[in-house]
T-cell receptor, first 112, second 115 residues
Framework: SQQGEEDPQALSIQEGENATMNCSYKTSINNLQWYRQNSGRGLVHLILIRSNEREKHSGRLRVTLDTSKKSSSLLITASRAADTASYFC????????????FGAGTRLAVHP | NAGVTQTPKFQVLKTGQSMTLQCAQDMNHNSMYWYRQDPGMGLRLIYYSASEGTTDKGEVPNGYNVSRLNKREFSLRLESAAPSQTSVYFCASSEGAASYNSPLHFGNGTRLTVT
């Protein structure tokens, strides 16, 4: 399988703390994307990072990509209770036209 | 804009029954996808349509058929439902190829139980 894998599977923190989630993948990629899923809802796109990029920011989100280690990380700074959700990485692998392969996700709980 | 709309939201089937899950997008996207989500397994691609008039198999196509009815609509059909098809089904769309920097837009899912 070319599926990515997230680590940790679950994360519990207090409001104001930072949350870091990691993702590993197995083959060369075109891009790697991060999505958020609130309970009972569909996935929402957060950030897309291309294979030739090393870091990307969007508001309180920071994504890094290390193609030599085939890994990516998502950092949420100054977390809020509203950040409670599952977070998924999805890798678009070279040669896999139109296909995104999703990991199993990290469940983040932010406590007030 | 409604984005990606899926119907129905919930469905219970008996083994052997058939049904069609409907999906429509109003963003004029070229590509559409069907995923299933099972606990602890993330999302797995069932079928996708790169453009109107084309469909291709994903990771787990067995037991399913799809129709790209027009640019807006992409349906998923279960001809003879099995308990292993109990899952949450998500439809998604993207402007271009997901592998070439087009993010996916998801519907809110159809929760299917096969007894």
């Amino acid at each position: 399988s070319q599926q990515g894998e997230e680590d940790p599977q679950a994360l519990s923190i207090q409001e104001g703390e930072n949350a870091t989630m990691n993702c590993s993948y197995k083959t060369s990629i075109n891009n790697l994307q991060w999505y958020r899923q609130n309970s009972g809802r569909g996935l929402v796109h957060l950030i897309l990072i291309r294979s030739n990029e090393r870091e990307k920011h969007s508001g309180r989100l920071r994504v890094t990509l290390d193609t030599s280690k085939k890994s990516s990380s998502l950092l949420i700074t100054a977390s809020r209770a509203a950040d409670t959700a599952s977070y998924f990485c999805a890798s678009s692998f070279s040669g896999g036209y139109n296909k995104l392969i999703f990991g199993a996700g990290t469940r983040l709980a932010v406590h007030p | 804009n409604a984005g990606v709309t899926q119907t129905p939201k919930f469905q219970v089937l008996k083994t052997g029954q058939s049904m069609t899950l409907q999906c429509a997008q109003d963003m004029n996207h070229n590509s559409m996808y069907w995923y299933r989500q099972d606990p602890g397994m993330g999302l797995r691609l069932i079928y996708y349509s790169a453009s109107e008039g084309t469909t291709d198999k994903g990771e787990v196509p067995n037991g399913y058929n799809v129709s790209r009815l027009n640019k807006r609509e992409f349906s998923l059909r279960l001809e003879s439902a099995a308990p292993s098809q109990t899952s949450v089904y998500f439809c998604a769309s993207s402007e271009g190829a997901a592998s070439y920097n087009s993010p996916l837009h998801f519907g809110n899912g159809t929760r299917l139980t096969v007894t």
